[in-house]
């Protein structure tokens, strides 16, 4: 999934039957329902003009759903999404994980914010992933490794260096050296 030029994140409560909805009123040309992809299930769509390609992401390993978009009239089209679907900001969702108490809240908000962070964001996402990386559940550790593969800011990389050198869970330390490598061969 790489090559995008825009990635906005949807919240939970906006369904896929509102994407949906949302795609007939845009006049978007559906290309493929359901299309399987690293546990990923990927509805695609072409603008009227076929040059701009919105593709909506129901990523089930991690419970998010995100749409990519590439082409000409990406911006036109992210502007369009932003007004008629509930989208997740950086930082709202951030401000949301600093008040999030259960590990759902947690796991799900730590997806939204790597998902909707853009480069500027790196400093304050690596500062709130510090503290999740700090949290006694190790599932909620291991959503920050997870993540920074959505976003990998070299704050965050660090981050996950550390959680490998040094978290007192096995599989957290062994899935934090298969992110690395992944990251750096």
Known sequence: MTGFVERLVVKANFSSDDVDFV????????????????????????????????????????????????????????RHIREDCELWSAPEALKALNEAS???????????????????????????????????DAAVRQSVIVATGYFPDPGLVDLVRQLRDGDPVDHVRKNAEILLNGLYG
């Open 23 to 78: 795609s007939m009123q845009r006049g978007w040309i559906l290309k493929r329902v359901q299309k399987r992809e690293a546990g990923a299930y990927i509805d695609s769509w072409v603008t009227l003009d076929r040059e701009t390609e919105i593709h909506q992401v129901d990523d089930r390993p991690i419970a998010t759903r995100y749409f990519t978009l590439r082409g000409p009239g990406s911006a036109e089209v992210a």
């Open 102 to 136: 259960t590990r759902g809240e947690k796991l799900a908000l730590v997806y939204a914010v790597a998902l909707a962070a853009r480069e500027e964001d790196g400093e304050r996402v690596t500062r709130a992933f510090q503290n999740i990386a700090c949290d006694p």
